[in-house]
Nanobody, 124 residues
Framework: QVQLVESGGGLVQAGGSLRLSCAAS????????MGWFRQAPGKDREFVAA????????YYTDSVKGRFTISRDNAKNTVYLQMNSLKPENTAVYYC?????????????????WGQGTQVTVSS
């Protein structure tokens, strides 16, 4: 079992930055791939970024490439999402996800572990 708790959301102006954190419980955090999804008002939840268990492999949805960076610190059982050059369309609830495989953690229908979400609001 893995429990995930997100933090770091808030209100920011367009062009600004936020760093989301996801703290995980469990001594096997280092063996899990981690991901971030988001759900904007009136829209389906969508994949944002993922990172494998050791860190060197990362994946991003096209719309955030070059602006968002996912990283992890296995010693702290934490995964991060650094979001720069934020746009109003990035407004959403951002969810942390975990599963054994990076392939699985990019597919929300298959992800087993979810956080409760953190709200990010980008004003124009």
């Amino acid at each position: 079992q893995v429990q995930l708790v997100e933090s770091g959301g808030g209100l920011v102006q367009a062009g600004g930055s936020l760093r989301l954190s996801c703290a995980a419980s469990g001594r096997t955090f280092g063996s899990y791939a981690m991901g971030w999804f988001r759900q904007a008002p009136g829209k389906d939840r969508e994949f944002v970024a993922a990172i494998n268990w050791s860190g060197p492999s990362t994946y991003y949805t096209d719309s955030v490439k070059g602006r968002f960076t996912i990283s992890r610190d296995n010693a702290k059982n934490t995964v991060y999402l650094q979001m720069n050059s934020l746009k109003p369309e990035n407004t959403a609830v951002y969810y942390c996800a975990a599963d054994r495989s990076i392939a699985v953690v990019t597919r929300q229908a298959e992800v087993r572990y979810w956080g409760q979400g953190t709200q990010v609001t980008v004003s124009s």
